[in-house]
């Protein structure tokens, strides 16, 4: 039976921090004396409003948290706090259609990017800054930084993270969760600050360098111009941008065995972390070679150009700094490759995962020595795991499944009109949670009001499933879900 008592606490308790979350963003309108602090006073009563109800369905619930339970906790968290934080959005009057504004906040809190406002820069401060704050707290995950903050509230914690936590080995963490998850946020929150520090000493105000740092880190891509990183013509901003996304694509568990246990070993020496790197600089060298013979690039126009998009795209964050939608259309191929494969697994970027393709090419590599050798015995190892066959079925599972969404979603959007290369990257960028779309009509620098509305809906689907790695969510629409024990 679902716990439904403990699961109207958890999103009581949940709703109550939304809430806090949106008091800087209220601190913001009072200081700049906009026109968004009544929105953000009545979003903050009514989210606590509702808060206190869900914490009274769920009075004397337990703490014991089910695998089943954490499944419908997370995919309900994850919903709900994005139903609460289009409040602003709407009750301001800033987006007046619901669908909007449930993309626009779907799209923030599960870092993917993508928007359809067609004009950012006429927002006010508080508005601009819930956007991006939005992306920073899903970044590393909202059930995550409950376990955090209130670590006795969940029983069945690790059930949660294993739900939440991207990729197909979860890693050994603190025997405490809760350790573990504060050690984490500490280095998320330390590279956000050095990041900030470091837009504000390239000449950004404070108030550009925190959204700019915030969206970066989160590797979500809103930003407070229109022209993304691009507004401020600085390569020195660029190039300190591609780093620090570079370094969010990174696993943030690996980095908490650096920072806080000084194992640089299992950071050197991971398999990933080095598919990633190989990725990253052919990807590069690829798309600056063509901006050079094709477009006429200078080699350092080429290489920052070429080396932030691909950033961009493989972590997906979809911050821009040229528009690609001019690029030689090959280059349109290299990054839908880079959307869909993604950065490293446990980082704040979307995708299907570099651990996931290097586990792939392994198993195509031991498929033609077994073809060889049919008797042989062949493990696959990942480091110092040893992958087991329920682990690559998984693996062959979660590829079918988001080859399928891809194939069904594209092709409803042809049908509906939209046209080929924008309706299958647009599928990619959501499921990816990228944000940007190669094409002509929903480009890269372009925002996605001229969708229709049950394309948005599909999109913010595809959003919460790529966010929540596909089974996470659509284990909760099967029949056995609801009718096993």
């Not at 704040?348 to 590599?365: A, D, E, N, P, Q």
Request: aromatic share 14%.
């Amino acid at each position: 039976m679902i716990n439904f008592r403990l699961i109207y606490k958890i999103l009581g308790a949940l709703l109550f921090l939304e809430s806090l979350f949106m008091l800087p963003c209220l601190g913001l309108a009072a200081w700049y004396g906009e026109d968004d602090v009544p929105a953000f006073l009545i979003s903050i009563l009514l989210t606590q409003f509702v808060a206190y109800i869900l914490r009274y369905k769920g009075h004397g619930a337990d703490n014991t948290l089910s695998r089943k339970d954490s499944f419908l906790v997370v995919t309900l968290a994850w919903t709900v706090f994005s139903l609460f934080g289009t409040l602003p959005f709407l009750v301001g009057g800033y987006i007046t259609n619901f669908t909007n504004a449930y993309f626009e906040s779907m799209s923030g809190f599960t870092t993917t990017g993508a928007t359809i406002l067609d004009d950012v820069e006429c927002l006010p401060h508080g508005i601009l800054f819930w956007r991006t704050f939005s992306q920073w707290i899903g970044g590393l995950g909202i059930v995550f930084f409950t376990i955090a903050v209130l670590p006795s509230m969940v029983g069945g914690s690790t059930k949660v993270f294993s739900a939440e936590t991207t990729g197909p080995i979860k890693t050994k963490l603190h025997p405490r969760l809760s350790t573990s998850a504060k050690s984490i946020w500490v280095i998320f929150l330390c590279l956000t600050l050095t990041c900030a520090a470091s837009y504000k000493m390239l000449g950004m105000g404070w108030f550009d360098s925190l959204n700019y740092s915030m969206t970066t880190i989160a590797t979500g891509g809103f930003s407070t111009h229109n022209d993304s990183i691009a507004f401020f013509h600085s390569p020195a901003l660029e190039y300190v941008s591609t780093l620090f996304c570079f370094l969010s694509g990174l696993n943030f568990i690996l980095m908490y065995r650096l920072f806080v246990k000084h194992d640089v070993k299992s950071l050197v020496k991971n398999t990933e972390v080095r598919f990633y790197l190989f990725l990253t600089f052919s990807f590069t060298a690829f798309i600056m070679f063509l901006l050079i013979t094709r477009l006429g690039y200078d080699l350092e126009h080429a290489f920052r150009s070429a080396v932030y998009q691909v950033v961009s795209f493989i972590t997906t964050t979809g911050l821009f700094n040229d528009d690609a939608a001019r690029w030689p259309h090959v280059t349109w191929v290299v990054l839908a490759v880079c959307m869909f494969t993604g950065a490293c697994a446990g980082s704040t970027s979307g995708g299907f995962k570099c651990i996931r393709c290097t586990m792939l090419l392994k198993i195509v590599r031991n498929e033609f020595r077994q073809i060889l050798h049919p008797k042989a015995v062949l493990p696959l190892r990942f480091g110092d795991i040893n992958v087991s066959m329920q682990r690559r079925v998984t693996l062959l599972a979660f590829l079918t499944v988001y080859l399928l969404l891809c194939l069904v979603c594209a092709f409803t959007m042809i049908e509906a009109g939209i046209d080929n290369t924008n309706a299958i990257t647009i599928t990619i960028s959501t499921l990816s949670n990228v944000g940007p779309t190669l094409g002509t009509e929903i480009g890269p620098t372009m925002s996605w009001n001229d969708l229709p509305d049950f394309a948005k809906w599909m999109c913010s689907l595809l959003m919460l499933m790529g966010r929540l790695e596909i089974f996470s969510v659509l284990i909760i629409f099967t029949p056995t879900y609801w009718r096993d024990k």
